[in-house]
């Protein structure tokens, strides 16, 4: 190959890596912006209690009464996992583990220059300890692995299959991660875990009809089908 063939070849690898790239970041862009959107509104309503469930379970002990830790919060974790779905069910597996990652970078440059502010101005309960922040990420951050491989490996049909079966173990997962990290030797935990897996197990089946109803404009590429 001549020296000038080998200066359009380089060219031309450049073109075709640069217009890939403008690809990938636009396919990502809104896949990302709605995950980020997801975390935000989880942690908005952490601090939104639920006690229409408490008549359910006995007074004494009080802690045993979901209306003392269950939050809006909880059912809201599950919707980070949707999010994944759509982009794991559009442009497969790798897209959506780069959305993830980008979204967890992003979440983490937030966190550094907005803490300062932050613990300034909100009530000192309103930011997490140190051990449930990790316990959270730890267990959210392995729940979306599990979410997008679940997905990946069971799609197909019937649709509904890969969508009720990727967030019912990711659920399981971050449930079984989160609780004993975060309050083990602390507090009463496992009756929450308990609830907790129930609430995920719900959202689970609830999710399936947004799901349903975003198959038509959400289409996979050519080589994904199914779910």
Request: with cysteine; glycine share 8%; proline share 7%.
């Amino acid at each position: 190959m001549t020296e000038a063939a080998q200066r359009q070849h380089r060219s031309e690898t450049f073109v075709d890596v640069f217009f890939s790239g403008v690809l990938v970041a636009r396919r990502l862009m809104l896949p990302v912006v709605g995950m980020m959107l997801t975390f935000a509104l989880a942690f908005e309503t952490l601090s939104q209690p639920i006690t229409v469930f408490d008549g359910f379970f006995p007074a004494d002990p009080w802690y045993l009464r979901p209306g003392h830790w269950l939050t809006t919060g909880h059912f809201m974790v599950p919707v980070i996992f949707f999010a994944s779905m759509l982009t794991n069910r559009a442009y497969g597996a790798g897209y959506a583990i780069a959305q993830m990652v980008i979204s967890w970078m992003l979440v983490g440059l937030l966190i550094a220059f907005l803490y300062p502010v932050m613990d300034a101005a909100l009530r000192t309960d309103a930011i997490p300890t140190g051990r449930v922040l990790t316990a959270f990420v730890i267990s959210l951050f392995v729940a979306q692995v599990v979410n997008i491989i679940v997905f990946d490996q069971v799609r197909g049909r019937p649709w509904w299959r890969a969508p009720l079966f990727a967030i019912l173990f990711s659920g399981l997962a971050f449930c079984i991660l989160y609780y004993p990290i975060a309050k083990l030797g602390v507090a009463p935990w496992t009756h929450q875990m308990t609830v907790d897996i129930a609430v995920k197990a719900f959202m689970s089946f609830l999710l399936l009809l947004p799901y349903g109803l975003l198959r038509g404009w959400v289409r996979p590429l050519p080589g994904f089908g199914g779910a």
